[in-house]
């Protein structure tokens, strides 16, 4: 059984470009969850995602950050016109049920940095 | 709003002994306590979680314990080994029901 995978696991961008980054959960799995992580802290959630809904985004900046979970391909967490301050580790965690005490499990994350 | 605290940052322990780490959350309506183990380049795992119907809750060598009055909860592992070196996460459901709020982590090393 694969666990969730993620890719790219790193992901150089200069300012001003677009980052996407990619999201499979394990299988069976609907629900998706974004978090960010950066150096030497917790993870903070972004975004709730079930197939083709977005259900809760209050953790994600209003700009130039979306997200999507469509029916048939991996969960995308787009970053538009990046900035130094983007530069975080990405990770997604999945789950089957769409409840927040229900297991949640990780990918390895997508670490980006912005030059 | 709501935050989970977690202490201590760091904790250094000789190989044998025990380790705890502990945690105190601020939304009273918070029900489920899972603890997530990271390594070196890696995403979280999970390795233990409670709910609040239940006060303590056992793992092999891992337990936790949940104080819902006071509203902290606590990771313990006995007999502690070189592999248990990681950060350790505690977390707590966010108000809305919908994701984890993470505490800042405690990077645990045990000396051999």
């Known amino acids: 059984n694969a666990g969730v995978m993620q890719n790219p696991r790193h992901l150089v961008r200069r300012r001003g470009q677009e980052a996407r980054l990619r999201c499979s959960p394990m299988?069976?799995?609907?629900?998706v969850y974004w978090y960010r992580q950066l150096p030497e802290e917790g993870l903070k959630f972004m975004v709730y995602l079930q197939k083709e809904n977005i259900i809760d985004e209050s953790g994600m900046p209003k700009e130039r950050f979306s997200a999507e979970f469509p029916k048939e391909g991996p969960s995308i967490l787009r970053i538009q016109q990046v900035v130094r301050g983007d530069s975080a580790a990405y990770f997604c965690?999945?789950?089957?049920?769409?409840?927040?005490?229900?297991?949640?499990?990780f990918g390895d994350g997508t670490r980006l940095s912005i030059l | 709003g709501e935050n989970v605290e977690q202490h201590p940052s760091t904790l250094s322990v000789q190989e044998g002994d025990s380790a705890v780490i502990k945690c105190t959350y601020s939304?009273?309506?918070?029900?489920?306590f899972p603890w997530y183990k990271q390594e070196l380049g890696k995403g979280p795992q999970l390795i233990i979680d409670i709910r609040s119907n239940v006060g303590e809750k056992k793992d092999q060598r891992i337990a936790v314990t949940l104080n819902k009055t006071a509203k902290h909860f606590s990771l313990h592992i006995t007999e502690t080994q070189p592999e248990d070196s990681a950060v350790y996460f505690c977390?707590?459901?966010?108000?809305?029901?919908?994701?984890?709020?993470f505490g800042k982590g405690t990077t645990l090393s045990v000396s051999s």
């Open positions: 965690a999945s789950s089957p049920l769409g409840q927040a005490d229900q297991p949640q499990h």
């Open positions: 977390a707590a459901i966010n108000q809305a029901g919908t994701a984890l709020i």
């Open positions: 299988k069976g799995h609907s629900h």
């Open positions: 939304d009273s309506a918070s029900n489920y």
